[in-house]
């Protein structure tokens, strides 16, 4: 069985963990990138580059 039917079934209301992950990468990262790869419309990779600035 697929994950996003195994949460759909068991999470009924709750946010998918694939969403999730994203909404966390973005609450942590304060410069960077956020990739996300799909195969056949579904989400199955999250890429999260941090860059760190430092003043001249």
Same mark, same amino acid.
């Given at each position: 069985?697929?994950?996003? #039917? ?10 998918? =963990?694939? @969403? *999730? ?8 990262? #304060? ?10 419309? =579904?989400? @199955? *990779? ?11």
């Amino acid at each position: 069985m697929s994950a996003t #039917k195994e949460q759909s079934k068991g999470e009924s209301g709750a946010t998918p =963990r694939a @969403v *999730q992950t994203v909404l966390d990468a973005l609450e942590k990262l #304060k410069f960077g990138a956020i990739q996300l790869t799909v195969h056949e419309g =579904r989400l @199955v *990779q999250v890429d999260v580059t941090e860059r760190h600035r430092y003043p001249n």
